[in-house]
């Protein structure tokens, strides 16, 4: 068998060239020229062969290249193979059916280097198979391990990461593990050819947005070999999320400047921003697609800031505004002034500021309260607009209030003006006399008004109503019925408040009445005549009487309402003729009066007489006067002039007791 080591090529010299052409053709070995076999575990050298019919394959040896020998490295006689392959090799192919693939169970580093061949049939076939080998690479570190995440996971799908390792040993292939990583795992080896297999271990899980940047191992473990990791990082795809504005600072000056910038945490990064504003309005869209934004002319107060991030899987919106708070110093609104509402004087200041501002009153020059008693000073702070409120009671001659309003940012001062409710409202009538039926206008007219007068009204009083009249402007259109109109008023309004004038009745004129209830009485020789007269404008009274030494008193009662008094003593001329006198512009009329002596009518016939004279005289005229005092009533209750036409002639008598 030591002969077996060398292959004998059985030809005859004469057959020689026949022999090598044919077994040039038809010895035909196929296997890998070089192998990497990983230290301490096994490889697989594939192998296989076609060979000339005539032969009939039985025998494979393995040797290692040598320019003069054959050292045997696979051999059913087991004593025969060279160190370091004895009792590590094995012939895994079925030399039938043309397979001569070599397994060697444990590489050992002293493998390295070495060319090996297969032999078939060695005692027989002198083909020289050397010429083709396998170099043995004996590798000391494992191949490298590939670890990915297949495709480009989206939050929600369902995330393979997969741990792949090539090597040689399909026998006892590598062991890969993701530690304590949860899913579900799938092993699966493939054969890459020439010697090398692949094993494949793959993890699904659902992706979650907290996968992102999570460090997953896979711990992979080549026979008899130190178990190692390898590392990768999970990169997931999904649409921004937790967007929010950033800023330096959110405290600034009005009018300053400050960058923004929009951030989110998103998948590949946002790449596309909006940008929102909301003051005290609506939200308002700002034109920048940037990342950042620099706002310059920072406004007052509030602002607050909203971003809209997106990238290729979604958008989305920032939850919560960046809010701005830009300050700035006091500014005094115009609508500060002092209003004079006597007996007060009431001082109003506003001022916008930010921070709040503090605010000084000054009264002429000095310290309210060292100008003025009973000052009121009331303030309110919100919303950084102050409002102040000061008043002072009593007589003042103010002549200057000013607000001053500071903070850390500047001060405004302001020298309020005053307003004073229209002063003065009064009624002045046009034309100042007038007769029933003619046209009449009432002004209301104010002295002084600061502001402006707004509006008039018109009022009049209808037994204790005050009526609102129609009328708006400060002109009131009336026509003249009756005696006596009204009474009227008017008001007027500004922006402090309103004023009325005094109720003003109007006077018709008309020509004097004298009434019936005028009389003349004597007794015991003293006479005392009353005459009655109602008259617009008031009558100029007189008496004819040049029977009576008299005294004569005139007294104006209200509203045209007239009496004159005459008393004294019958003379001895005994004219008992007197006539009552009253005049005024429009006309004259007279009323005589008899005479009559009460303390006469005891002893006198023709007093019997005059006395049944009386009576029935007495009866018409209370008949007459009833009808008439009816109609004075109704004139006056109405307004309506009732002119009551006394005859020149007429005679009264009436009896005094
Ligand atoms: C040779 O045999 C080995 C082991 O049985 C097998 O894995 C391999 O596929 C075979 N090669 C061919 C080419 O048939
Ligand atoms: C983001 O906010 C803006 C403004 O409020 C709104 O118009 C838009 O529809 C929002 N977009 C999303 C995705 O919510
Ligand atoms: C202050 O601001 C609040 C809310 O912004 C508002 O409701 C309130 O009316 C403001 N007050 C004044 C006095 O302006
Ligand atoms: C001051 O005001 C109070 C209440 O408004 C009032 O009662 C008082 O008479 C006023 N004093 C003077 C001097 O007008």
């Not at 940012?409 to 020298?415: I, L, P, S």
Request: glycine share 6%.
């Amino acid at each position: 068998m030591v002969m077996g080591y060398r292959p004998v090529n059985l030809c005859f010299l004469l057959q020689v060239l026949w022999c090598a052409m044919v077994e040039a053709q038809d010895w035909h070995v196929d296997m890998p020229t070089k192998t990497n076999a990983l230290s301490g575990s096994c490889v697989v050298i594939p192998c296989s062969f076609t060979h000339p019919s005539s032969h009939n394959p039985s025998v494979i040896i393995w040797y290692s290249y040598h320019s003069t020998k054959y050292p045997v490295v696979y051999s059913t006689d087991a004593e025969a193979v060279i160190k370091p392959f004895r009792g590590r090799t094995e012939l895994i192919g079925d030399v039938k059916s043309g397979n001569c693939s070599l397994k060697i169970n444990y590489v050992v580093p002293d493998m390295n280097g070495y060319q090996l061949y297969p032999w078939i049939n060695p005692d027989t076939v002198s083909h020289k198979f050397y010429w083709k080998t396998v170099m043995l690479n004996v590798q000391e570190v494992p191949s490298t391990v590939d670890l990915f995440v297949e495709g480009e996971p989206k939050e929600g799908d369902t995330l393979r990461i997969i741990c792949a390792v090539k090597h040689t040993c399909p026998f006892f292939p590598p062991t890969l593990s993701f530690g304590d990583t949860n899913g579900n795992v799938q092993n699966e080896q493939t054969a890459l050819g020439q010697g090398y297999w692949q094993t494949i271990s793959t993890i699904s899980f659902p992706a979650q947005v907290s996968d992102q940047g999570r460090v997953v191992g896979c711990w992979v473990s080549h026979m008899r070999r130190p178990t190692v990791p390898k590392w990768m990082e999970i990169n997931l795809s999904y649409a921004p999320r937790t967007v929010h504005v950033s800023g330096e600072n959110s405290m600034a000056q009005a009018g300053g400047k400050m960058t923004l910038e929009c951030r989110s945490n998103a998948s590949p990064p946002a790449s596309s921003f909006l940008w929102y504003l909301q003051r005290e309005g609506p939200v308002l869209g700002l034109t920048t697609r940037e990342k950042s934004i620099t706002i310059t002319d920072l406004p007052p107060d509030q602002s607050r800031f909203y971003c809209t991030a997106q990238n290729t899987h979604g958008v989305a919106n920032s939850t919560s505004p960046f809010i701005v708070t830009a300050e700035y110093p006091p500014s005094i609104q115009p609508e500060s002034c002092c209003m004079i509402h006597p007996p007060a004087l009431r001082c109003w200041c506003k001022v916008q500021s930010r921070p709040s501002a503090s605010v000084e009153w000054r009264v002429d020059g000095g310290e309210p309260h060292s100008v003025l008693t009973d000052v009121m000073a009331v303030s309110v702070r919100q919303n950084h607009t102050f409002s102040g409120k000061i008043r002072f009671n009593g007589t003042f001659r103010i002549t200057n209030v000013t607000c001053r309003a500071f903070n850390a940012h500047g001060q405004q001062e302001h020298t309020l003006v005053m307003k004073e409710l229209p002063l003065d409202v009064a009624i002045i009538q046009q034309p100042t006399n007038i007769l029933e039926g003619q046209y009449i206008t009432l002004s209301c007219v104010v002295s002084r008004a600061f502001p402006a007068v707004l509006s008039y009204s018109w009022y009049q009083l209808r037994g204790d109503r005050d009526v609102l009249l129609s009328e708006q402007s400060e002109r009131l259109h009336l026509l003249a019925a009756g005696r006596l109109m009204g009474p009227y008023r008017c008001s007027a309004l500004n922006e402090v408040g309103q004023s009325s004038s005094a109720s003003t009745l109007i006077h018709v004129d008309f020509t004097p009445v004298i009434s019936p209830e005028s009389f003349c009485a004597l007794k015991n020789g003293e006479v005392k005549c009353e005459c009655l007269v109602d008259s617009y404008p008031a009558a100029a009274m007189d008496w004819v009487a040049a029977g009576v030494q008299a005294k004569q008193t005139v007294t104006t009662e209200s509203h045209g309402s007239m009496k004159s008094t005459l008393t004294g003593r019958l003379g001895s001329a005994g004219d008992r003729a007197i006539f009552c006198y009253a005049a005024n512009e429009h006309g004259r009329r007279h009323l005589q009066l008899t005479l009559t002596d009460s303390s006469a009518s005891n002893g006198s016939s023709i007093a019997a007489a005059v006395c049944g004279a009386v009576i029935l005289v007495l009866g018409t005229v209370t008949a007459l006067y009833f009808i008439q005092r009816k109609r004075r009533d109704r004139g006056n209750k109405y307004d309506t002039p009732v002119e009551v036409e006394l005859e020149d002639t007429q005679l009264f008598r009436t009896n005094w007791f």
